[in-house]
């Protein structure tokens, strides 16, 4: 797992504009039906990371206008909720997804859009005006890198404790994390069978 200083890395430098995979209508990478762009490249390498190969900054193809449109084709289905950005890093991948989010904003306000980061929301206070500018254009962030240590699979929507689902836009206006308010983990306690229970 790295740690970067405030823009040390800057998508200018290290973005290919690939991406790692598209998967529409699904219900996992977020609230309700959900279109997930996964971005290539991520330089945080955390141990135990679900989608190494997206590591690489050149895996997968060129994002293309075609799949743009497609995108937002997609996301026009009445039964969309959203789209969701991952990866990969999306905030070292502004080129491609800040035109996207801002087009949905444009053509379909009422969708709304997710984003995983390894960035912590406190880094992202310290970094480069595009990141910020991405930032203010999501509704939702999954922020921090996995921290295989506090691996916890009832966690809703993330896979380490250490990681947070935050409302942006209530972070933003009142200066401090705000935590979504539909947060739901699971918990540990189940009932035990007891042998005497048993058939």
Same mark, same amino acid.
């Given at each position: 797992m790295k740690n970067p200083k405030?823009?040390?890395?800057?998508?200018?430098?290290?973005?290919q504009n690939y991406i790692a995979d598209y998967k529409p209508f699904n219900f996992v990478d977020g609230e309700g039906v959900r279109n997930s762009l996964y971005v290539s490249g991520c330089p945080f390498a955390c141990e135990g990371c679900y989608n190494v190969a997206a590591q690489n900054f050149r895996y997968g193809r060129p994002y293309?206008?075609?799949?743009? =449109?497609?995108? !937002?084709?997609?996301?026009?289905?009445?039964?969309?909720q959203g789209l969701t950005l991952l990866g990969g890093e999306p905030f070292l991948n502004t080129g491609v997804v800040l035109p996207l989010v801002k087009r949905i904003h444009e053509e379909l306000p009422e969708k709304d859009i997710w984003s995983w980061s390894g960035y912590t929301w406190e880094e992202l206070?310290?970094?480069?005006?595009?990141?910020?500018?991405?930032?203010?254009?999501? =509704?939702?962030? !999954?922020?921090?890198?996995f921290d295989i240590s506090k691996k916890n699979l009832l966690l809703q929507f993330r896979g380490s404790s250490n990681q947070r689902i935050i409302d942006?836009?209530?972070?933003?206006?009142?200066?401090?994390?705000v935590i979504w308010d539909k947060l739901n983990d699971g918990n540990q306690e189940f009932e035990q069978l007891h042998k005497e229970n048993m058939i």
């Open positions: 405030p823009k040390e890395w800057l998508a200018s430098d290290l973005s293309t206008q075609e799949l743009e =449109d497609r995108i !937002v084709t997609d996301m026009a289905q009445p039964y969309v206070q310290e970094e480069s005006d595009d990141k910020l500018e991405l930032l203010a254009n999501i =509704d939702i962030l !999954v922020d921090g890198r942006v836009k209530k972070s933003l206006s009142s200066g401090q994390v």
